[in-house]
C-alpha cells in the first residue's frame, strides 16, 4: 500500500548519504521532498504542513546525538513524526468490568464491515473471549446471511432476527426488520448464554445519509457500546477522511478500522485518519481471510513504511499460528539484540513463516527488504528452498556462529547445497546485515545501519 511513498522517502534519505553535517539547504530540500512524497500518497493537505513543519523545525534544531549521522538523524526524526500522526501509542481494546463488552462497527457499505466482524470475533475468540456476531444490518437483502457464513468461517455464534421476521416486515414494505430491537436482544442473549463480548454489524449506506446516521445513534443509544469502531475502507483516499468527519458527527466513535490496506491505492487516508479525527486507529485489516487482521501499532507501521520491515509482527504472526514456544523463544533472541539470534533460528523462523501466506506478504514485513521489492515481488518459492538447503548444509556450530563460515567452509556448503559459492555469501550477508539492524532497533538507540537507509 505504502509502495510509493516508500521508495520516495527512502530515495530522498539515500541523497543525504555521507553528508558530514546538514546545511539549511539540505534541510529546505529534504522536506521539500518529504512534503511531495506525502501529498502524492495522498496524504491530507493539513497533516503534510504541520507534519513537514515538526520535521523542519526538529531538523534545524536537530538535537543533536552522537550516535547517529545527519542522515539517520533525518530518518529518526521522520519517523519519530510518522508514528505520531498515526496516533502514538498502540490503543488496545477495553472490556467492561461486567461482561458483555459490547462493541458496535459503522461505517460505509463495501467498507469491510462485515468481514471485519468475523475476523475480529475470530481473534477475540482467538485471545480466549467468548464473542457473539451480531446482525444489525437489516438493510441489505443478503447481509444476515453473510454474516452467518463469516461467522461460521470464523467459528464464532452469530445472532440473527428469525427470518420470519425480516421478510414479513420486507413484504409489508416497512423498512426491513428492526435492527435496533435486534441489537437489545442480542444483549440479553449475551448475558444469557455467557458470552464475554458482542460485536455489532451495523448496515452501512454507499454514501451518508441522515437515516443511516440516525439508525446508527438508536443501535447506539440502546446499547450503549463500551466501544464504536468506524470501519474504512483505506483506499478511498481523501473520501475517508470526509467519511469520518461525518460519522464522528453523526454517531461518534471510540476508535478506527482501517480495511483493505493490502489495495495498491497510495494510502495517504491511512496516514491521516487519526489526527484528522483525533481518533486512535485500533485495527488493521490486510486481505479477504479471517487471518488477515491485527492490532494496528502506529510505530510498527512507521517502520513499515520507512522500509525497515515489522519483525515483531511477523513473530507474533507465527506465534498464533504455530510453535508458540519457539516463537517465543525467537522473539526473546530478537529483544536480547539479534546476538544470540543464529541461522537455525531463522531457519525455524523461516519454515515457519513459510505456511503462513504468500511470501511477498512476508518479506515485505522483513528489515530492509524496502529496496529489493521488486524482486521481493518475483520471488521463486524455489529461492526459499535453496535458502534452506544451504542451511541444512551447514554443521550446528556454523548455524549457530555464522561468523566461523570461512571461505572453505563456505565452498564445502555450496557444494552440500548444489549451489553456486556466491549464493552461501548471499544468504550469510544478508543474516548478519538483519541481526546488526534487530541489534540497533533492541538498542533502542539511534537508528540502525542497516541495507537500505543512510549508514
Ligand atoms: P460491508 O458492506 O461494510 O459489510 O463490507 P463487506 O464486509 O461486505 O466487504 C466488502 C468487500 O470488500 C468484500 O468483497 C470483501 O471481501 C472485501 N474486503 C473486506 N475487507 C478486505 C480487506 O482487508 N482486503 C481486501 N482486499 N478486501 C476486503
Known sequence: MFDTLQDRLSATFKSLRGKGRLSEADIDATCREIRIALLEADVNLAVVKEFVANVKERARGAELSQALNPAQQIVKIVNDELVAILGGETRLLRFAKRPPTVIMLAGLQGAGKTT?????????????????????????????????????????????????????????????????????????????????????????????????????????DAVHPDEVLFVVDAMIGQDAVNTANAFAEGVGFDGVVLTKLDGDARGGAALSIARVTGKPIMFASNGEQVGDFDVFHPDRMASRILGMGDMLTLIEQAERTFDAEQSAKAAAKLASGGKEFGLADFLQQMQMVRKMGPLSKIFGMLPGMGEIKDQIAGIDEREVDRIEAIIQSMTPAERDDPKIIDGSRRARIARGAGVEVSAVNNLVNRFFDARKMMSAMAGGKGMPGMPGLPG
Request: hydrophobic fraction near 45%; charged fraction near 25%.
Open 116 to 220: 471485519l466482524a468475523g475476523k475480529l470475533a475470530r481473534w477475540l475468540k482467538d485471545s480466549g473471549h467468548s464473542p457473539l456476531l451480531v446482525a444489525a444490518d437489516l438493510q441489505r437483502p443478503n447481509a444476515v446471511t453473510q454474516l452467518q457464513v463469516v461467522g461460521q468461517r470464523a467459528g464464532v455464534q452469530v445472532f440473527a432476527p428469525e427470518p420470519g421476521n425480516t421478510s414479513a416486515s420486507e413484504a409489508a414494505g416497512v423498512g426491513v426488520g428492526d435492527p435496533v430491537g435486534v441489537a437489545r436482544r442480542s444483549i440479553e442473549e449475551a448475558e444469557r448464554r455467557l458470552f464475554d463480548v458482542v460485536v455489532i454489524d451495523t448496515a452501512g449506506r454507499l454514501g451518508i445519509d441522515a437515516e443511516l446516521m440516525q439508525q446508527a445513534a438508536d443501535i447506539r
